[in-house]
């Protein structure tokens, strides 16, 4: 089966199509435990180090059955670094999918407009027939996936799944056959309706947010710190599964929509309306404390943190802001912020 | 007598640019004690739309490099790192959050609460952030117009509905003036300023033209100064006489075989925004008989670059116009076109090399400049050097370092040209 990879700040990337045009949707992530010197050669070293990271594994090659990258809309350090790609990166497709910053109906319109775009080319390059049928039945099988994502997070919520197990499936169903994430789900998921919980319940309940965090170590790392991820708001996380696409609408225009009414990511505007998702989910979940993480020149996370903060001390909910470099050397470092943080709460 | 300078220094003209600039700053002093409507308005936005809805623009990146100019940047960049702001986010930013913190004067880049705020992500994602950030701070509206990003495979179909995007926003931008100030769009209006800025940018392009011949009449000592009424008062009369007498007067430069500089020996090309709290860093070229031509983000701001923009499609269609001209900046262009136009401008304008800047604080234009540089040499063999520095803050800056690349540079150039 060819594969498409997939470069995204947020999750705009509708899999659904290629689904539909049986194509394995790859997700692409950041591996802090490699050197990045032939993507420092194309940008310069003040910027985001996740988006140079994995430009580095694309120089150096990706898995040879991927033929092409579609590169969505996010920050000005990822989409600028599409052009790169297109000059060095030697893949047989190439789309750059305008995700739309705003979230009005002029932003719906252009976002199925470049979406329809996108099946056009993919039609074109790979000689597949996308048709509505077939996007309708790859909505059914990812919103079926969705389902079983939200079913098993709530075992997360009860403390009896952790967090970094969590986190590594959410991160497999975006780099596998979506037939075979179908099946891991519903096996975790039948495991754990006979788990009791072995988490301390004294763990501190924490809605981690922030940048992009792909690294499943960071995870645990947090975890031996006695942190539970107990909700957040990320695209490796609760963002990938928010709710469903709607099943009965245009298969366009219901894709489009389903990543248009989202809570919105650090990247699009308004940014600050984050602020009323945390605040719901800090308070529905009964929080002890909100960890915000920017990965290192992390633009748009860097922008909005003196409002988080200043909104969250008024509301007397403790808030952490880490900026983190991209490599596991730096989590150690950080311990002793975490840990203060774990004391205060 | 011929009025020409014959010392290879400023134009005359220029020198009225700080009336210019007066005329400006007292349109926004006479709107706030008339009590109408102001905006902010970011870099690369239709300003041309406020000043037709008779709303006076403010841009507080205009206001930023002024802070910049007066050694004052440093200071307010501080006050908005002890706010919670990075040092890694954009040093106009910063300096605009600090002079707000500070009530600062206008004349030292402090700016006034506006109506609202007008920004786009034509250049930056941070031209959005910062306006969400100041319009919270401020209690404000604020309106964003999203352009697509075009990267280099980007096609014309594309292109179609890029445009129609923008344009819909920018009818809902007249629509969100209307409903806040009570002015309806009047066509008539919109139409004469969409010809004053067609007409003001034309003739920067014209002195640009110019500066095509050897010995180059006109220096980075005008036009970095002069390009602020491209930025705050496309639309409006008085600027394009000025520009008009800057024009006459290099043309005359030209006429007479006189150029800004004594001897030129080298011509240069610069990418990016220059620092502007060291203006006088340039000077430093002269001692290398070194001259710059032509600086691509002063250029980009003439913004009718797109011959597919006639004057007849301007008065006709303003605001598919303004679509059309944001998808063709010279600023933000895809790294293909970036290239092609280079290579262009280098043999248009007789380049011996280019100094791009690798700026700190713009991440979009700094992008791809490796890239830029390795292909114009492989491919055209055209040298570049990349400096690292910062527009605003002078912090970031190690002059000497800096000064010691360009040595080198120009070594390399001596060296070529004696080939």
């Known amino acids: ?345 | 007598m011929s009025k020409v300078k014959t010392d290879g220094k400023m134009l005359n003209a220029t020198n009225k640019l700080k009336n210019e600039m007066g005329r400006h700053y007292l349109a926004i002093e006479q709107a706030y004690r008339e009590g109408k409507p102001t905006a902010w308005a970011t870099a690369g936005t239709p300003v041309e739309l406020l000043y037709a809805m008779d709303v006076q623009p403010m841009l507080p990146e205009n206001s930023a490099t002024v802070s910049a100019a007066l050694s004052k940047s440093q200071n307010f960049i501080e006050l908005a790192e002890d706010e919670g702001f990075s040092y890694d986010l954009c040093s106009y930013f910063k300096t605009n959050v600090g002079a707000v913190l500070s009530n600062a004067e206008m004349n030292v880049g402090g700016t006034r609460k506006p109506t609202f705020m007008l920004s786009s992500d034509v250049i930056c994602d941070t031209h959005v952030n910062w306006f969400q950030v100041q319009a919270e701070r401020l209690n404000v509206p604020h309106f964003t117009i999203d352009v697509p990003h075009v990267v280099s495979n980007t096609t014309n179909r594309q292109r179609d509905y890029f445009k129609k995007y923008i344009a819909e926003q920018l009818w809902e931008l007249l629509d969100f003036i209307t409903e806040l100030t009570g002015t309806e769009y009047n066509p008539e209006k919109g139409y004469k300023i969409a010809l004053n800025s067609y007409e003001l940018g034309k003739i920067w392009q014209d002195i640009y033209e110019l500066r095509k011949n050897i010995p180059c009449p006109v220096s980075t000592r005008d036009t970095f100064g002069g390009l602020f009424p491209l930025f705050t008062m496309p639309g409006l009369k008085s600027p394009i006489r000025l520009y008009k007498k800057m024009y006459e007067e290099a043309k005359e430069r030209v006429d007479n075989g006189i150029g800004a500089l004594k001897q030129e020996d080298f011509r240069l090309a610069f990418m990016g925004i220059p620092f502007w709290y060291n203006l006088r860093f340039f000077s430093n070229l002269e001692k290398w008989n070194a001259i710059i031509v032509f600086e691509t983000y002063v250029y980009a701001f003439s913004k009718f670059a797109n011959p597919n923009i006639t004057k007849e499609i301007v008065i006709n269609y303003p605001i598919e116009t303004m679509a059309e001209l944001a998808l063709s900046f010279w600023y933000i262009y895809d790294l293909k076109t970036r290239f092609e136009k280079l290579k262009e401008t280098v043999k248009d304008w007789k380049i011996d090399g280019i100094i791009m800047h690798d700026n700190l604080s713009c991440r979009p234009n700094a992008c791809g400049m490796y890239d830029l540089k390795r292909k114009l040499m492989e491919e055209s063999d055209i040298p570049s050097l990349v400096i690292t520095s910062d527009m605003n803050d002078p912090r970031k800056m190690n002059e000497t370092q800096v000064l010691n690349q360009i040595e080198s540079f120009m070594e390399i150039l001596r060296k070529r040209k004696k080939r």
């Open chain 1, 1 to 345: 089966m060819v594969k498409i990879a997939y470069f995204d700040a947020c999750i705009e990337t509708p899999e659904e199509i290629l689904v539909a045009a049986d194509i394995t949707p790859i997700r692409l992530f950041g591996n802090p435990m490699i050197g990045i010197d032939e993507a420092n050669e194309h940008i310069p070293p003040n910027h985001c180090v996740w988006a140079r990271n994995i430009l580095q594994q694309a120089l150096k090659g990706l898995s040879q059955d991927i033929k092409g990258i579609i590169a969505t809309h996010g920050c000005d350090c990822t989409n600028r670094e599409f052009d790169i790609w297109l000059e060095s990166v030697n893949l047989e497709f190439f789309y750059f999918l305008n995700a739309p910053l705003k979230r009005d109906n002029a932003a719906l319109k252009f976002f199925m407009d470049d979406i329809k775009e996108l099946i056009i080319q993919l039609e074109d390059k790979f000689n597949v027939n996308i048709t509505t049928e077939k996007i309708n039945r790859a909505i059914k099988e990812m919103n079926y996936i969705r389902d079983l994502l939200r079913e098993i997070s709530k075992y997360r919520e009860r403390m009896i799944l952790s967090s970094s197990i969590f986190h590594d499936l959410v991160k497999n169903v975006q780099q596998m056959e979506k037939d075979k994430a179908k099946e891991m789900l519903e096996s975790k998921l039948n495991e754990l309706k006979t788990t009791k919980s072995s988490l301390d319940k004294k763990m501190k309940k924490i809605l981690l947010t922030g940048s992009v965090i792909d690294d499943t170590e960071f995870i645990k790392f947090l975890e031996n710190l006695k942190y539970h991820i107990i909700i957040d708001d990320l695209c490796i996380g609760t963002k990938y599964f928010w709710n469903n696409v709607d099943e009965t609408d245009d298969p366009i225009r219901a894709l489009a929509k389903y990543h248009l009414n989202k809570p919105i990511y650090s990247t699009k505007f308004p940014s600050y309306e984050r602020f009323k998702t945390l605040k719901t989910l800090a308070e529905q979940y009964n929080v002890d404390g909100i960890i915000n993480i920017a990965q290192k020149f992390c633009e748009p996370v860097l922008y909005s943190h003196p409002y988080f903060s200043k909104k969250f001390r008024e509301l007397g909910i403790p808030y952490l802001f880490v900026e983190m470099e991209y490599n596991r050397e730096s989590y150690r470092q950080l311990t002793t912020r975490f840990e203060a943080f774990a004391e205060m709460i």
